[in-house]
């Protein structure tokens, strides 16, 4: 069996409040307050599931800089819903954001970290996502980078419309992966990423040596003696392979 997505990564500064942040904005549950990981999934979530993508927040000591590769967009199910889940976050501490959009449908928002997320019109695609439409990640070759992921994460390839890949579980539950189009250089570390792991029955450093066989090679964040390996996709994208689960 391949490795599936079982988290999405957040460094904070300030772990506790940017997970009741996320809570807030996405109607999910804070999963107990450890000293170092902090994780936010939906009430009554069993992990691991396509259902969800669980939010893990890491400390770290260092401030956001620049934009980030990747980011959230919310999903709404109308434009009253839009306005509503727009005030919220707002109320939450969630702040204007500029990235170059222009004039666009969708609300472009910062978390109180900094971390860029859009909050979409209604949009039939994702009317059975949950509050999490998609992850998005910055990339310069989408359709090149989308067998990659297609294996990292266990998706399946729903479609390309010139910018933006679409990738989403076999079942067709939870939110998309989707691949978009940016040529912007990536120059530090990605301040959000993704989590794989390999299926209970299969074996971590087997995984590990097909994705690096499909173009993943090792990275150094100063993760040390770690039970987890951590790689970089084809464009230099972090992600981690956990323990199989």
């Avoid at 450890?34 to 009430?43: F, Y």
Wanted: net charge negative; aromatic share 6%; hydrophobic share 40%.
């Amino acid at each position: 069996m391949p490795t599936r997505l079982v988290h999405l990564v957040l460094d904070a500064n300030d772990p506790p409040r940017l997970a009741r942040f996320w809570a807030g904005a996405l109607g999910w549950e804070v999963g107990g307050e450890p000293p170092d990981e902090i994780e936010v999934s939906p009430p009554g979530f069993a992990y691991p599931s396509p259902a969800a993508l669980p939010l893990v927040f890491e400390p770290v000591p260092e401030p956001k800089t620049g934009q980030n590769r990747v980011h959230l967009d919310l999903a709404s199910s109308s434009a009253e819903h839009q306005a509503e889940l727009v005030r919220r976050v707002r109320d939450l501490g969630a702040t204007p954001a500029d990235v170059g959009q222009g004039e666009v449908p969708w609300a472009v928002l910062a978390d109180p970290e900094g971390n860029e997320f859009c909050v979409l019109e209604p949009r039939p695609v994702y009317r059975d996502t949950g509050p999490v439409a998609a992850i998005i990640i910055d990339c310069a070759d989408p359709q090149g980078l989308t067998p990659f992921w297609a294996a990292a994460a266990g998706f399946t390839a729903r479609g390309w419309d010139g910018q933006l890949s679409q990738l989403r579980s076999p079942s067709d539950e939870g939110p998309y992966l989707e691949l978009l189009h940016n040529p912007r250089e990536k120059l530090v570390k990605n301040r959000m990423h993704l989590d794989v792991a390999p299926y209970a029955v299969d074996d971590q450093a087997a995984e590990v040596t097909l994705l690096r066989q499909a173009g993943a090679t090792d990275a150094d964040v100063g993760q040390g003696e770690v039970s987890w390996v951590v790689l970089a996709d084809p464009e230099g994208n972090e992600f981690c392979v956990l323990t199989p689960r």
